[in-house]
C-alpha cells in the first residue's frame, strides 16, 4: 500500500523512501496521487514531508574533551605509541643523556676506556652522536677503543 507513492515522494524530496512521511489523516489523499504533479502539490500542502537528518550528537565527545582539558582521562590505557611519546622532548633527552652518560663514566671507572677517550665520549654523547647506550657499545666495537683483556 502507498509503496509507488512513497517512491515519487522520495525521488522529488532528494532522500530515502525511509525518510517519506505521510499524513496519517490526508492518506485517502495520497492514495490518489499517481503522478509526480499530484505528489508535488501534496508536498506544498504539506501532507508528504521529508523526515529532518538524525545526526550524531556531540554532547558526549565535548564532556570528554573538557575533562581532558582538566587533565583527565590520560592514563595508561588511554597511551598509545612509544613510552616516550607523550613526554616532552627536554625530558627525553635529559634522559637519555644520564644513562649515556652514566655508562661511560662506568666504563671509566672500570679503566675500560682511558681517560682520553672518555673526554671523546663524554662530547659525543652531548652532541647527541649516539642514539642509545647500545649505539655506544657499538660505537666501542667497531672503533676498538674498548681494552682487550
Known amino acids: 500500500m ?4 512513497k517512491r ?8 530515502s523512501k525511509e525518510r517519506v512521511v505521510f499524513d496519517a489523516e490526508k492518506l485517502k489523499e495520497i492514495k ?6 499530484d505528489m508535488r502539490e501534496l508536498i506544498k500542502q504539506g501532507i508528504v514531508r521529508k523526515k529532518p537528518i538524525a545526526g550524531i550528537s556531540k554532547f558526549r565527545a565535548n564532556l570528554a574533551r573538557a575533562q581532558r582539558a582538566k587533565g583527565r582521562r590520560k ?4 597511551r598509545k605509541g612509544k613510552a616516550a611519546t607523550g613526554r616532552e622532548n627536554k625530558k627525553n633527552w635529559q634522559i637519555r643523556m644520564r644513562l649515556q652518560r652514566g655508562f661511560i663514566s662506568l666504563l671509566k671507572d672500570k679503566k675500560i676506556v682511558t681517560p682520553a677517550d672518555y673526554t671523546n665520549l663524554y662530547r659525543k654523547v652531548k652532541g ?9 657499545k657499538l660505537y666501542l666495537e667497531e672503533s676498538g677503543i674498548t681494552k682487550k683483556k
Open 32 to 37: 490518489e496521487a499517481i503522478t509526480k504533479a
Open 75 to 78: 592514563g595508561w590505557g588511554t
Open 128 to 136: 647527541g652522536f649516539f642514539r642509545s647506550k647500545r649505539h655506544i
Open 8 to 15: 515519487i515522494a522520495a525521488a522529488l524530496l532528494g532522500c
Open 2 to 5: 502507498l509503496r509507488s507513492q
